[in-house]
């Protein structure tokens, strides 16, 4: 399996770097040679960084968070929204805002201001405003759904951000680790490899590497929904046998009835004498002879 997916992504140009002149020194462990004027990378580490990162979101999931996928360049478009909507997630590809994991608060009243704008529109009351004033309203709807869309779900802060170029998604890794999310990052030899917490080291440019990376992590979280059931059934623990024996009584009890013949005749418990009556026991009478 591993052969298979090395030979597709090499098919897929996944090796490709950037410019000599463009590199980051912290990418030299990711730098299998230099080509020319291109840093090639090397594909091992790509594959071992897909492989990490599918474990790591398969444990997410599975104790029931979720996951971002995070790509507003032009070339993650759509290989973002594919994968997100594979696997039943969430997905940036539009715009990052500012404080959409920070001030998540907002965000969700932006939300549910654009459910409040498309009930008007579905009973028909947007239709009644004035052409301006509609016009206005409708301009809102789609300015939110592009920006919040993809995210438009999700009611608590993910368990992972998945990013594609960690240079250009550096406002949404600062809010991750703001807040102490977890992040994957597809990296090119220009990015730095200490933004994120897991680096996959790949061509961000080449659509079809893209595509061939984001569609193994999303069958990672499939895997890790499908764990979700077992984690969180409760362990069913023997119930406990009481003995049947019964409790002993204690000293100051009466004891229980002996039966004798046919009737129950209740056994008289005797009091222990006093210290009075003991001591005239004890001393031998006076009139003895």
């Known amino acids: 399996m ?3 997916l090395a030979r597709e992504l090499i098919n897929a140009g996944v090796h490709f770097g950037h410019g000599v002149s ?5 990418m030299a462990p ?13 594909v091992k580490k790509t594959l071992t960084g897909i492989l990490i990162a599918k474990r ?3 444990e997410v999931v599975s104790s029931g968070k979720d996951v971002v996928f995070v790509g507003t360049k032009r070339q993650a478009q759509k290989a973002v929204e594919t994968a997100a909507q594979k696997c039943g997630m969430h997905y940036v590809s539009s715009r990052w805002l500012g404080g959409m994991l920070t001030n998540f608060r907002t965000i969700r009243s932006r939300l549910q201001r654009l459910e409040q704008l498309e009930a008007m529109q579905e009973s028909g009351t947007l239709d009644s405003e004035s052409k301006k004033q509609a016009s206005r309203l409708k301009r809102e709807i789609r300015k939110i759904s592009a920006n919040l869309g993809g995210v438009r779900k999700m009611s608590r802060l993910p368990g992972v ?14 809010e991750a680790k703001k807040l102490g999310i977890t992040t994957v990052g597809l990296l090119d030899t220009d990015s730095d490899p200490d933004t994120v917490d897991v680096a996959i080291p790949a061509n ?9 990376i984001f569609n193994e992590l999303a069958e990672a979280v499939t895997i890790g929904k499908t764990m979700i059931g077992t984690r969180q059934e409760p362990v069913q623990r023997p119930k406990r046998v009481r003995s049947k024996r019964p409790a002993l009584a204690s000293a100051n ?37």
């Open 56 to 58: 790591l979101l398969a």
């Open 253 to 289: 009890e009466t004891k229980p009835e002996t039966v004798t013949g046919g009737e129950a005749e209740p056994v008289k418990t005797v009091e222990p004498a006093s210290q009075e009556e003991q001591a005239q026991q004890e001393t031998p009478s006076e009139t003895g002879g």
């Open 204 to 212: 961000d440019d080449s659509i079809r590497a893209i595509d061939l």
């Open 22 to 26: 463009r590199w980051n020194p912290k």
């Open 161 to 174: 951000v998945v990013v594609v170029d960690a240079k250009k998604e550096h406002l949404a890794l600062a």
């Open 2 to 4: 591993a052969k298979e």
């Open 30 to 42: 990711y730098i299998f040679a230099k080509r020319g004027k291109i840093h090639i990378i090397d």
